[in-house]
C-alpha cells in the first residue's frame, strides 16, 4: 500500500527539517513494510530562503528519494496549499498534519492503521491536555467552534473538534477533500461536513498534543476572517445543500 504524508508549510521555524526527518524514520520503523511512504511538501508561497537545498536533501534522503516539494508564489492559505497537494498525490492513503509532527508520528502511523482497517477518513481529536495548552482566549474560540458544529451544522458528538491539525483518508474521503472551496483554516470543518453529509466512514482518533509545540497566535483579523469562512460553509451545508452525494 502507498501511504501519502501531506505537509503543508509557509514559513517553517529554524532547523524545520530536523522535526521532518526524526518524525519520518521513526514512522517508517513503526510501519515497517506495510505501507510505502511518500513525502509532499508546499511552500505556501514564502520565499525560497526558508527552504534551503540542504533541508531539501534531508528530507528527501529520509524517505529515499520519494519526495515532492511543491511551491508556488502567492501565500494562499492551508487550505489552498493542502488542495494543491492532495491533486499531486496518488497514494492509497493519505494523511495530513503540520510539518512539527504537533502530535507525534505515532499519531500518524495509527491513524494508518484505521485507514487500512476501513475508514473512508481519520480525524485528530484533542484530548483534554490539549486544552490545558492553550490560551484562555484561545479554548474559548476552541469550545465555541464545537457548538457551531453541533448546533448549526449538526455534527454528532465524537467528530465535533473539526480543527485538530491531523486528518487522513483513502480515494473516497480525497474525493470529498477535493471538493473543498475554503483557502484558510476552515476548510478543515468543511472538508469533515462534506465526509459526513456524503456517508463516509469517519473514525475519530484521541491525539495528544507535543509539549514542546508552540501553538500560534490568532488576532482578531483572522478570527473575522474565519467566522466568515464559516458563514459560507454553513450556507452551504444548510441552505444549498451542495455537499450532499
Request: net charge positive; glycine share 8%.
Amino acid at each position: 500500500m502507498k501511504l501519502d504524508i501531506l505537509l503543508p508549510c509557509y514559513k517553517p521555524r529554524k532547523n524545520w527539517d530536523d522535526s521532518i526527518v526524526n518524525a519520518i524514520g521513526k514512522l517508517k520503523t513503526k510501519i515497517g513494510s506495510d505501507a510505502e511512504i511518500t513525502l509532499y511538501i508546499t511552500n505556501d508561497g514564502a520565499p525560497d530562503k526558508y527552504y534551503s537545498p540542504e533541508a531539501l536533501k534531508r528530507i528527501s534522503d529520509a524517505v529515499n528519494g520519494k519526495f515532492h516539494f511543491l511551491k508556488y508564489d502567492k501565500n494562499r492559505g492551508k487550505g489552498y496549499s493542502l488542495r494543491h497537494l492532495v491533486k499531486h498525490a496518488d497514494g492509497d492513503f493519505m494523511i495530513y498534519t503540520d510539518g512539527d509532527f504537533p502530535f507525534g508520528y505515532e499519531s500518524v502511523a495509527e491513524g494508518f492503521r484505521m485507514l487500512a482497517d476501513g475508514a473512508d477518513v481519520i480525524m485528530g481529536r484533542r484530548n483534554n491536555s490539549y486544552g490545558t495548552a492553550l490560551s484562555p482566549f484561545r479554548k474559548c474560540l476552541s469550545g465555541g467552534l464545537k457548538m457551531l458544529n453541533r448546533l448549526f451544522c449538526g455534527l454528532p458528538e465524537d467528530i465535533q473538534d473539526t480543527q485538530a491539525g491531523l486528518k487522513g483518508f483513502n480515494r473516497k474521503g480525497r474525493e470529498a477533500f477535493l471538493l473543498t472551496t475554503v483557502d484558510s483554516f476552515v476548510f478543515d470543518t468543511e472538508f469533515i461536513l462534506i465526509a459526513w453529509n456524503r456517508g463516509l466512514n469517519i473514525s475519530p482518533l484521541d491525539v495528544q498534543l507535543n509539549p514542546e509545540v508552540k501553538l500560534s497566535s490568532m488576532g482578531l483579523k483572522i478570527l473575522c476572517r474565519e467566522l466568515l469562512c464559516f458563514m459560507k460553509v454553513l450556507w452551504q451545508v444548510r441552505v444549498k445543500k451542495s455537499y450532499k452525494k
